[in-house]
């Protein structure tokens, strides 16, 4: 049974960083993308950035250059350092899984989902 276990979630002043880790289980992760959604109230559920094996990242044009995501293979874990937060950086994080082999850059590409750890920005 996989399950990915999140944390790194909080309460954060604009400008601030913070680092969201998953740790993922039940499952080969070798051959597949991990990365991140997230989803803020009322809004659609939108990919944020995904880390291939190889190390290939992919980001949303609205985190790049301030987010970074890693993975630890040994560890099965993915990993996103968020940096210089904004107030629209505050939604639920939720970690994600594709596919062997697939990329990860959409909702319809996941094919495991974490249970989310909230990421709220204030002024």
């Known amino acids: 049974q996989v399950q990915l276990a999140e944390s790194g979630g909080g309460l954060v002043q604009t400008g601030d960083s913070l680092t969201l880790s998953c740790a993922a289980s039940?499952?080969?992760?070798?051959?597949?993308?991990l990365g991140w959604f997230r989803q803020a109230p009322g809004k659609e559920r939108e990919f944020v950035a995904s880390?291939?094996?190889?190390?290939?990242?992919t980001y949303a044009d609205n985190v790049k250059g301030r987010f970074t995501i890693y993975r630890d293979n040994a560890k099965n874990s993915v990993h996103l350092l968020m940096n210089s937060l904004k107030i629209e950086d505050t939604a639920a994080y939720y970690c994600?899984?594709?596919?062997?082999?697939?990329?990860?850059?959409?909702?319809?590409?996941?094919?495991?989902w974490g249970q989310g750890t909230q990421v709220t920005v204030s002024p």
């Open positions: 039940g499952a080969n992760f070798n051959y597949r993308a």
């Open positions: 880390l291939r094996r190889t190390g290939a990242a």
């Open positions: 994600a899984v594709a596919e062997p082999y697939a990329p990860l850059r959409a909702v319809g590409d996941v094919r495991y």
